[in-house]
């Protein structure tokens, strides 16, 4: 059996995402964490208003959150019944990526489903992005939902690659297993940047190539100047169901400074986009 963990915070993007994790997994043994994460913040002066002299700010987010997930998953046993799924309530009052850290751990999670919204200039500067900063800073796999995506038979799927990694099976599981459950092709494809392959990417291509040995799979390879617009030409070119890569941890001045491959696809892809945790330093 599965577990599943889906971050909510009763948005219409996040709740999407909970319905699309329901069809994706239709047919696997799954269970489901529903998890709402409540900071200082998110009590607001409307709030106080409204609370009885007898409650606390924490018992009143709490009990809120409660309720809320409560009815959401009456509403997906109501809507789906599928008795190979399972559902668990979780409200945790901390910071948002601890809390995450902290119930992949002790729930043995296996991928984490939650919703994306893009963000642009000042506004991602200021806000960020709770599903960004999961994928960069949490070991778990990701498997980001875009605002307003539908659930759609997942049979060609994109792996991006620039072979200077070994991939272990065990990386690969998230990716493997969803290909499995949908008999998908994967397209693994590097882009060429001037000179061809040294010698370690060739190794770790053809080790690549093993762990992938019982999927269909091809590998591919573009010229590029622009990353994300060659992946992204790609994908609606080929008509890709999903996007999957390898994020790898970066220093603080890194992430400050720089712009990373995951940040920019996971603002602007419009198809599912599946990260694999790697430990490893850059």
Same mark, same amino acid.
């Given at each position: 059996?599965?577990?599943?963990?889906?971050?909510?915070?009763?948005?219409?993007?996040?709740?999407?995402?909970?319905?699309?994790?329901?069809?994706? @997994?239709?047919?696997? !043994?799954?269970?489901?964490?529903?998890?709402?994460?409540?900071?200082?913040?998110?009590?607001?002066?409307?709030?106080?208003?409204?609370?009885?002299?007898?409650?606390?700010?924490?018992?009143? @987010? *709490? =009990?809120?959150?409660?309720?809320?997930?409560?009815?959401?998953?009456?509403?997906?046993?109501?809507?789906?019944?599928?008795?190979?799924?399972?559902?668990?309530? *979780?409200?945790?009052?901390?910071?948002?990526? /601890?809390?995450?850290?902290? &119930?992949?751990?002790?729930?043995?999670?296996?991928?984490?489903?939650? =919703?994306?919204?893009?963000?642009?200039?000042?506004?991602?500067? *200021?806000? =960020?992005?709770?599903?960004? !900063?999961?994928?960069?800073?949490?070991?778990?796999?990701? @498997?980001?939902?875009? /605002?307003?995506?539908?659930?759609?038979?997942?049979?060609?799927?994109?792996?991006?690659?620039?072979?200077?990694?070994?991939?272990?099976?065990?990386?690969?599981?998230?990716?493997?297993?969803?290909?499995?459950?949908?008999?998908?092709?994967?397209?693994?494809?590097?882009?060429?940047?001037?000179?061809?392959?040294?010698? +370690?990417? %060739?190794?770790?291509?053809?080790?690549?190539?093993?762990?992938?040995?019982?999927?269909?799979? %091809?590998?591919?390879? @573009?010229?590029?100047?622009?990353?994300?617009?060659? &992946?992204?030409?790609?994908?609606?070119?080929? +008509?890709?169901?999903?996007?999957?890569?390898?994020?790898?941890?970066?220093?603080?001045?890194? !992430?400050?400074?720089? !712009?990373?491959?995951?940040?920019?696809?996971?603002?602007?892809?419009?198809?599912?986009?599946? &990260?694999? =945790?790697?430990?490893?330093?850059?």
């Amino acid at each position: 059996m599965k577990t599943i963990l889906l971050p909510t915070d009763f948005s219409k993007n996040s709740i999407n995402a909970v319905h699309y994790a329901m069809k994706l @997994l239709e047919n696997e !043994r799954c269970e489901f964490y529903i998890i709402n994460i409540q900071t200082a913040s998110s009590f607001i002066s409307d709030d106080l208003m409204t609370m009885s002299s007898s409650a606390t700010i924490y018992q009143t @987010l *709490i =009990g809120t959150a409660k309720k809320s997930i409560k009815n959401l998953i009456h509403i997906i046993e109501t809507e789906y019944k599928n008795e190979k799924h399972k559902f668990n309530s *979780i409200v945790d009052y901390d910071n948002f990526i /601890d809390a995450i850290n902290q &119930v992949s751990a002790s729930k043995s999670i296996d991928l984490i489903i939650m =919703g994306t919204k893009g963000a642009t200039g000042a506004q991602k500067v *200021i806000f =960020g992005s709770n599903t960004v !900063r999961i994928m960069q800073r949490c070991e778990t796999p990701v @498997l980001a939902i875009p /605002d307003g995506c539908s659930f759609t038979n997942m049979d060609k799927i994109v792996f991006t690659s620039n072979y200077s990694k070994i991939c272990d099976a065990k990386e690969l599981k998230p990716l493997l297993d969803i290909t499995k459950l949908y008999n998908s092709k994967i397209d693994v494809l590097h882009l060429l940047e001037g000179q061809g392959l040294t010698k +370690d990417q %060739e190794t770790n291509k053809t080790f690549l190539d093993s762990c992938l040995s019982e999927v269909d799979h %091809e590998f591919m390879e @573009l010229e590029s100047t622009n990353i994300f617009k060659t &992946v992204q030409d790609y994908i609606i070119t080929n +008509d890709m169901k999903m996007l999957s890569m390898i994020s790898k941890k970066h220093s603080f001045l890194e !992430r400050f400074f720089a !712009r990373h491959l995951v940040e920019t696809f996971a603002f602007k892809i419009d198809i599912p986009f599946l &990260v694999i =945790g790697n430990t490893s330093s850059n």
